[in-house]
């Protein structure tokens, strides 16, 4: 699985045709940049692990079976409570490859939250696991601040483990 970042097109990306000049910008779990690819460059036959049948090679070049190739495109969080605009950042990007053995660290994660109203109060929630993300039963603030500015910084100090799942949310403090 590969993360895709970005679609460029000359064309209205309400357009659902796909064009082969439209660009697709992706990441790999082989290196921490993005690549640039055109859309008529991913199509490959059932052997696509060669490289030479899907063009030019680089490290996690991916290409898409013919026949069977498919994504997904995630368009919001499953949570019906409007959050605010939050980035994740962590200390490393030499994650080891635990499915070959290698033992999980423990990164340290800043998170940006932005879209803030000064004066306001703001609640980080946090979960480590897909089966309970969003779940706000389960759960307790982590963090509680109120905005000096329009974006707010909060360095997490429990750690995240690199072999799991963690979740963020900033939501307004609902006055009790």
């Known amino acids: 699985m590969e993360p895709v970042y970005g679609i460029y097109s000359?064309?209205?990306?309400?357009?659902?045709?796909?064009?082969?000049?439209?660009?697709?910008?992706?990441?790999?779990?082989?290196?921490?940049?993005?690549?640039?690819?055109?859309?008529?460059?991913?199509g490959a036959g059932i052997t696509s692990h060669n490289v030479s049948e899907c063009g030019e090679a680089y490290l996690g070049y991916p290409c898409v079976y013919n026949i069977y190739g498919f994504g997904w495109a995630i368009t919001g969080v499953a949570d019906t409570r409007p959050g605010l605009p939050?980035?994740?950042?962590?200390?490393?990007?030499?994650?080891?490859?635990t499915r070959s053995g290698q033992k999980p660290v423990l990164m340290q994660g800043t998170i940006t939250i932005t879209g803030l109203t000064p004066g306001g109060k703001y609640n980080v929630?946090?979960?480590?696991?897909?089966?309970?993300?969003?779940?706000?039963?389960?759960?307790?603030?982590?963090?509680?601040?109120?905005?000096?500015?329009?974006?707010?910084?909060?360095?997490?100090?429990?750690?995240?483990?690199?072999?799991?799942?963690?979740?963020?949310?900033?939501?307004a403090a609902t006055p009790q």
């Open 10 to 42: 000359k064309h209205p990306l309400s357009d659902p045709t796909v064009y082969d000049d439209d660009i697709l910008e992706h990441g790999t779990d082989a290196k921490a940049c993005s690549y640039y690819r055109r859309f008529d460059s991913l």
């Open 86 to 97: 939050l980035s994740l950042a962590v200390d490393r990007d030499d994650e080891p490859d």
């Open 125 to 171: 929630y946090r979960w480590n696991s897909v089966a309970t993300a969003f779940d706000y039963s389960l759960v307790q603030p982590q963090h509680t601040f109120t905005a000096q500015n329009t974006s707010y910084v909060f360095h997490d100090t429990q750690g995240i483990l690199s072999s799991s799942a963690t979740y963020y949310r900033c939501l």
